[in-house]
């Protein structure tokens, strides 16, 4: 069979050349099959089956850790909801038979998060996995999910389930190729931290042949179908060729004329701090706070928090640690933090607009901060998310130092905030620029939404010209700008970032050391000549292609 390419979004690089197996489907139900003989019976069933799988999901849990760990344990929450016993209990009553009671009950919970769009809808897929594994419990067949055939394989999937990506860590999976999700979908960001070559939101998987070898290259989002002898050669052979480029660069990060840029690591839990403080990195660029909240039924106590910011900071002695105030809200919504009902999250009370809300959740997150940083030799830096104003730059910045924290800043997310860096640099330390987020409010766009998400590209040139904005702003005043959004961690990008006056970039611990290699290959001359022309070009794509053409393919 001829060589047939599709092609979709690379979200996590590599290239890979293996067989593909399809990820285990759902398992059928119908109000055709047989009824239990007594729904209170049937009932017992239901609620033995759904312990299982809570118990199982724990357990997995238990096995895993960070991301992993947190997903898992939300699902097994979701298996114990009472809400879907009494649903079931409904549908059994009204006659249903016993698994096709558990998937109406199911569904009916994931069609009214997929009304409500964006996160929630997104929590869908979870809350279907979970219903799936309690039909197989119910019918006595195999659980659906990541074949296990023994040899190295790419799986193909519609989506994944966070349960599922969880365990991809253990399994023969070499390369992941979903035809739905965007770029910061549970895939997206577990293949990045496994380090698994990942296309998503591809076209045409239907094509695809099961069994039959496919090349996936999760940089470019290329995937071609029964790949030609030569073409696997020529992969394997740049693999490799890669692998010994990039082993080849080690230590502070630097352009090939010797202008620093710090590379620094982002991190969530206490777990992500044990993993990441050993790597080769100049400490944590971004400590996302509320990765330790979620989940938490009430706030912890001010003794909690410092104890956990501790043991973070005592992992980096003598390196820098960025932490980020609380960046609660929207995408990421804190069970004690009551907001109500929003009709527009994205655009509402999220980030430290929080703390005009609850001013003692940010108060008390400061005070620990401020004890943990004295009581280790970390140098401590802490941020503010979601900062749109100078006015709310200056009030941050006098609450931390209040609070006694020495190096202040800010994210810069919101296009405003991009457009008066100047302003908000003269109450301020640093800035730190959130590319998934500047990227989402300068096209105006979901960044959960699959579908758009050639709008998310920090390629966009509006998204270049903000960051411009910034750099300038920055080097005016002396102070350092970082990156630590998913823009960081693209090799190709990296020196359009320095060239635009970025000073630090702060990823995901597997996308460092490419990165390092990148900039490690050019001048800061070519990295400013790069990105006057990633600014002078129209679209995307002529910015890659403009870039390309001066510092090369990395
Ligand atoms: C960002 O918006 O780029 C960012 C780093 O913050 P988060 O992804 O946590 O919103
Ligand atoms: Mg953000």
């Known amino acids: 069979m001829a060589e047939q390419v599709i092609r979709g979004l690379g979200v996590s690089p590599g290239v890979v050349s293996a067989p593909w197996l399809r990820f285990g489907s759902q398992l059928e139900t119908s109000a055709q099959d047989p009824v239990g003989d007594s729904p209170e019976r049937e009932l017992a069933r239901v609620k033995d089956a759904l312990g299982g799988v809570a118990d199982e999901m724990a357990a997995r849990a238990a096995r895993v850790s960070g ?12 298996a114990r909801d009472p809400g879907i016993v009494a649903a079931t209990e409904k549908e059994l009553a009204a006659g249903m038979p016993t698994a096709h009671a558990v998937h109406l009950a199911f569904e009916g919970f994931c069609a009214k998060l997929e009304a409500l769009g964006g996160y929630m809808a997104e929590r869908a897929t979870d809350l279907r996995d979970i219903g799936g594994r309690t039909v197989a419990v119910l019918l006595g067949r195999p659980m659906p ?61 239907d094509l695809l042949v099961e069994g039959a070898p496919v090349l996936l290259d999760g940089t470019t989002g290329e995937v071609v179908i029964d790949p030609s002898q030569a073409r696997q050669q020529d992969a394997a052979e740049r693999a490799a060729a890669d692998r010994a480029r990039i082993a080849a660069a080690s230590g502070p990060g630097r352009t090939a004329d010797g202008t620093p840029v710090h590379l620094l690591v982002n ?15 100049e400490g944590v660029g971004l400590f996302r706070t509320e990765f330790m909240y979620l989940g938490k039924p009430s706030e912890p106590s001010l003794d909690e928090q410092t104890a956990s910011y501790t043991a973070v900071l005592e992992q980096f002695a003598g ?58 030799g970390a140098e401590l830096w802490v941020m503010a998310p979601m900062v749109a104003t100078s006015d709310e730059a200056a009030g941050f910045a006098a609450l931390a130092r209040e609070s006694g924290l020495r190096k202040v800043g800010a994210m810069i997310e919101i ?28 096209c105006a766009v979901d960044r959960m939404a699959g579908g758009l998400a ?43 970032l320095v060239g635009l006056g970025v000073t630090s970039l702060s990823m995901s611990v597997p996308a460092l050391p490419a990165v390092r290699a990148a900039l490690s290959a050019v001048d800061i001359d070519r990295c400013r000549d790069a990105a006057d022309a990633a600014c002078a070009a129209r679209n995307p794509q002529l910015a890659r292609e403009a870039v390309a053409a001066i510092v090369g393919h990395p």
């Open 145 to 205: 999910g990541i074949p296990e055939p023994g040899y190295p394989f790419v799986l193909v999937a519609r989506d994944l389930a966070p349960a599922d990506t969880a365990m991809l860590g253990d399994s023969d999976v070499v390369g992941l190729l979903t035809s739905e999700g965007g770029p910061t979908s549970h895939t997206a960001i577990l293949a990045k931290s496994l380090g698994l070559p990942a296309v998503v939101n591809c076209p045409g998987t």
């Open 267 to 281: 991190i969530g839990t206490v777990d992500d701090a044990v993993k990441a403080g050993p790597v080769d990195s």
């Open 319 to 376: 390196r820098r640690v960025v932490v980020r105030t609380l960046d609660a809200g929207s995408d990421k919504p804190l069970p004690f933090l009551d907001l109500g009902t929003e009709e527009n999250p994205a655009l509402g009370v999220r980030g430290l607009r929080i703390g005009t809300v609850f001013p003692q959740t940010l108060a008390t997150q400061l005070t620990a901060l401020a004890r943990a940083g004295e009581a280790t």
């Open 415 to 442: 296009p405003a905030a991009a457009l008066r860096a100047v302003d908000l640099l003269t109450h301020l330390d640093f800035v730190s620029i959130g590319t998934n987020d500047l990227s989402q409010y300068t």
């Open 67 to 78: 991301v992993a760990a947190e997903i898992l344990t939300m699902s097994a929450t979701m």
């Open 454 to 496: 050639h709008l998310l590209d920090p390629w966009q040139p509006a998204v270049l010209d903000l960051i411009a904005m910034v750099g300038a702003a920055g080097a005016a005043a002396g102070k350092s700008v970082g990156v630590c959004g998913e823009a960081a961690s693209d090799p190709t990008l990296a020196p359009v």
